[in-house]
């Protein structure tokens, strides 16, 4: 579940709340009791895990082999010959 960050356009106040994507954006402050509140955009947090693509391509350290060409160096059309 995401986590939506709200502002009050009546006395300023911020909060965030835990909300299903199906769930209704607040729109009562909890400060003023007002109708005010407008949610903001904010930054996305995610990490990625496992053995998927970031891990093995942009991940510093030792380099998998990309094809059977980066030992002898007889494809010159591939990263791996030109690096």
Known sequence: MPIYEYRCDDCGH???KLQKLSDAPLTD????H???LV???SAAGFRLKGSG???TDFKPGKKKNLASCETDGAC????A???
């Open 14 to 16: 911020e909060l965030a």
């Open 29 to 32: 402050c909890p400060s003023c």
């Open 34 to 36: 007002k109708s005010a």
């Open 39 to 41: 949610k903001q955009i």
């Open 53 to 55: 693509w970031y891990e």
């Open 76 to 79: 010159q059309s591939c990263p």
């Open 81 to 83: 010959a030109q690096g």
